[in-house]
């Protein structure tokens, strides 16, 4: 092994606690997020129509699909495993935009803004779908080539 990549392997064990840390926040975040998402009839929002509730399922899907990752990637943090269950949660995800694109819970009464606000839930929908293949390719792979690592 030459001193760069035993440097490399070094940076790689130090920021093990860091990334675990950043998996803990993201679970916070993603709890505080669920719990505004479940509570959005109390802020009054004039712009959501009773049809969000259709939506809320999806959503909460991505969101507990998220929790689940980010715990999983705290107990067993390996490349190939990381892209496949990003993979996972971007499906989730993806469903979440759709159903919102198709059932659409919005009122804005302003210009041409509906259309625009679609069209972007495309935009990342397409991309969402991209980060989908992007993630299972590499985990894949990542498995083949370190097969050790399971």
């Known amino acids: ?3 760069k990549e035993s440097d490399i392997s070094k940076k790689k064990k130090d920021a093990g606690p860091f990334r675990k840390i950043g998996y803990v926040v993201v679970i916070l975040i993603m709890i505080v997020i669920l719990y505004l998402v479940r509570n959005y009839e ?3 929002f ?3 129509t009773k049809e969000f509730s259709k939506v809320l399922f999806y959503i909460e899907l991505s969101i507990y699909a998220n ?4 715990i999983l990637f705290i107990l067993y943090d390996n490349r190939w495993f990381k892209h496949l269950i990003q993979a996972v949660t971007d499906v989730a995800g993806a469903l979440s935009l759709i159903m919102f694109y ?3 819970p919005l009122n804005i009464e302003h210009g041409n803004w509906d259309k625009w606000i679609k069209i972007g839930l495309l935009v990342i929908f397409g991309f969402t779908v991209i980060s989908i293949v992007v993630n ?3 985990g894949i792979r990542y498995l083949v080539r370190e097969p050790e690592a399971l």
């Open 1 to 3: 092994m030459n001193p």
């Open 67 to 70: 929790i689940v990752a980010n």
């Open 102 to 104: 198709v059932i659409y």
């Open 136 to 138: 299972l390719v590499k």
């Open 46 to 48: 004039k712009f959501l």
């Open 42 to 44: 109390d802020w009054h």
